[in-house]
């Protein structure tokens, strides 16, 4: 009997800056939860600052890994996919879903930031996210990704509760019963994490302290400690909340020492922090 929950991450593997795999593992392990990376593309180090970096695509890895994984009888609990390389890839993650219909199915879909959709996210690639998004459990976009999965302009002026709301409805209409979005700026002055539960029409919203400093891999950490709360038993405010919280401390920690932002936050400096399984309650309704 396997009694920690394990995660099936499929997602790519950055050598240098602090993202994708390299901390959705520790981040989920520090949780009680058995991370098993799937990598869908290698890369010397992330693309924001980097340069020119070295990349490998594993499109050609990821099917027959799930056929060892189903006849060895491997199970997982949850299947929790980010940066895809190729549209194949996104064939690969339905799959994946297909073959594990009981697991949790979970997509970040990692497409862009600020505003801006990643040079590697063709058209295709990302009408091809929107098939995956439609087949998954739970979302986890920021709100350039929300913006690209609805097909709407980049809202640049904050948002009324009312439109923030419209936002997390429409998407869960195009398949996931929960919504999650990250870095949403209300028209009450406030930077909130935001969440919709469809089942039980639910709203929720969980301030946090801005920050003047980008950090890659952040919302990795963000959407790793969502799936780690929900799949161990946290309601969904309680994980949004845990999650905001740990991405607060880790991102206030970094920004104190003044490190080059683009190797990440100092996630190794605050892992300890998932360990004490804290009482949350600092959420409120939407």
Known sequence: MNICKRVAAVHDLSGVGRCSLTVIIPTLSAMGVQACPVPTA?????????????MRDLTDYILPALEHY?????????????????????????????KYPEALKVVDPVMGDNGKRYRTYTDELCRRMSELVAAADI??????EASILLKTDYPTAPMTAFA?????VRLSEKGPKIV????????DGKRCNIGYDRENNSFWKVVCDYV????PGSGDIFASVLVGGIIKGDSLPIAICRATEFCELAI???????TDPREGVMLESCLSWLTSNQIISNYTTL
Do not use: R, W
Not at 164 to 168: E, G, N, P, R
Not at 180 to 187: K, S
Not at 252 to 257: A, I, L, Q, V
């Open 180 to 187: 999650v979005i990250t870095g949403i700026d209300l028209a």
């Open 42 to 54: 290698i890369l010397s180090a992330h693309t924001n600052g980097f340069g020119d970096v070295v």
């Open 70 to 98: 189903k006849a060895q009888k491997v199970g997982f609990d949850c299947v929790y996919s980010g940066f895809l390389a190729s549209e194949q890839q996104v064939d690969h993650c339905l799959e994946f879903f297909e």
């Open 252 to 258: 206030k920690t970094t920004y104190s020492y003044s």
């Open 139 to 144: 979302i986890t976009p920021n709100l350039t």
């Open 212 to 215: 003047p400093k980008h950090y």
């Open 164 to 168: 923030a709301k419209s936002m997390l």
